[in-house]
T-cell receptor, first 109, second 115 residues
Framework: GQNIDQPTEMTATEGAIVQINCTYQ??????LFWYQQHAGEAPTFLSY??LDGLEEKGRFSSFLSRSKGYSYLLLKELQMKDSASYLC??????????WGAGTKLIIKP | GAVVSQHPSRVICKSGTSVKIECRSL??????MFWYRQFPKQSLMLMAT?????????EQGVEKDKFLINHASLTLSTLTVTSAHPEDSSFYIC???????????FGQGTRLTVV
């Protein structure tokens, strides 16, 4: 079956760095997405990785290892507004998105 | 990025009535539309996928006759919740993807409350 695993909840301190991991097992792979979702709102796109390596975009970076079925989202210089759920999603061989349950990130002052 | 507009953002309806939710792609042609529902503190659950001009493909467990999806044009898809019940209360989100796009762009979501 298809499966996306990510931690349910993480806590970090304002100004610090946090890494949110995602492991996946899917039928085929056409890229991995990270989305941010604030409570009561629709998800917003953060990053897309289809090749191995690190993609950096401002304070956010995303890493992918296809051989390990593993990705992480790295958030630097955490701000209170970064408190949200972070969703990992993999596009399978049918170009359908398989979603993880999301990681709720709590930022403390 | 591309813009997807979903309307209404919130709706309260009486049990037994029907509610229509619209999803529009404003600056691109959406060849594929996805409809999700999300219960509190849970991940997105795909309900159905629709391609322009074709019937929607529903996920297992989603009632086709209850959740009517229409994707008649490249810029508009609608989800109609028929004979709504309190258990249909949820957050419904659409996303749209163009022919040349890998990313799917999300609408703002609709909070449906059935009383």
């Amino acid at each position: 079956g298809q499966n996306i695993d990510q931690p349910t909840e993480m806590t970090a301190t304002e100004g610090a760095i946090v890494q949110i991991n995602c492991t996946y097992q899917t039928s085929g792979f056409n890229g991995l997405f990270w989305y941010q979702q604030h409570a009561g709102e629709a998800p917003t796109f953060l990053s897309y990785n289809v090749l191995d390596g690190l993609e950096e975009k401002g304070r956010f970076s995303s890493f992918l290892s296809r051989s390990k079925g593993y990705s992480y989202l790295l958030l630097k210089e955490l701000q209170m507004k970064d408190s949200a759920s972070y969703l990992c999603a993999v596009m399978d061989s049918n170009y359908q998105l398989i979603w993880g349950a999301g990681t709720k990130l709590i930022i403390k002052p | 990025g591309a813009v997807v507009s979903q309307h209404p953002s919130r709706v309260i309806c009486k049990s037994g009535t029907s509610v229509k939710i619209e999803c529009r792609s404003l600056d691109f042609q959406a060849t594929t539309m996805f409809w999700y529902r999300q219960f509190p503190k849970q991940s997105l659950m795909l309900m159905a996928t629709s391609n322009e001009g074709s019937k929607a493909t529903y996920e297992q467990g989603v009632e086709k006759d209850k959740f009517l999806i229409n994707h008649a044009s490249l810029t508009l898809s609608t989800l109609t919740v028929t004979s709504a019940h309190p258990e249909d209360s949820s957050f419904y989100i659409c996303s749209a993807r163009g022919r040349r796009e890998t990313e799917a762009f999300f609408g703002q979501g609709t909070r449906l409350t059935v009383v």
